[in-house]
């Protein structure tokens, strides 16, 4: 039963394997949403994240699954997540918040920023967290308890966004930090 009230309404998670259907998984457990949307690459992927019940909607498209998404995180490799962002800049809603799961920052500011529109907001994250298995039926509620998650939000980012971002992690179980992505990027040298 959950123990707050959910952060956010609606959660889009695009990329469904062991990080994204980790927080489909675990925001189901603690409530952090009310509804989940979800979109894979693959058919077999969609229809194995129905199948186990990891969102509420499953979608062929990234554009479909943000329409009415309060938070979308973008759970696909790094060099994609450019493409993701322009795919979907159309279907974000007024405050949306954008974020990824990448580990690195640099490359995810430069490629996704350009895209998100000025009535969303972009708050870069990196949960420090994964095994070595992959795949929705990889994911488990409990991987990011007491694990970090790393936001680098840029200077000009909406507050509200990063500190809704951080209780949404914090519910997961991470353990969040804030930082400048130059920060995270000179620390992970």
Known sequence: MPKFAPVFERLAIIGVGLIGSSIARAARVTGAVRTIAA???SAATRKRVAELKLADEVFETNAET?????????CVPVGVCGAVAAEIAQSLKPNAIVSDVGSVKGAIIRDMAPHIPAHAHLVPAHPVAGTEHSGPDAGFAELFENRWCILTPSADTDAASVARLKKFW???GANVEVMDACIMISYSR
């Open 39 to 41: 979109s894979a690459k």
């Open 170 to 172: 914090e519910m997961l």
């Open 66 to 74: 943000t329409k009415n998404a309060d938070c979308v995180i973008v």
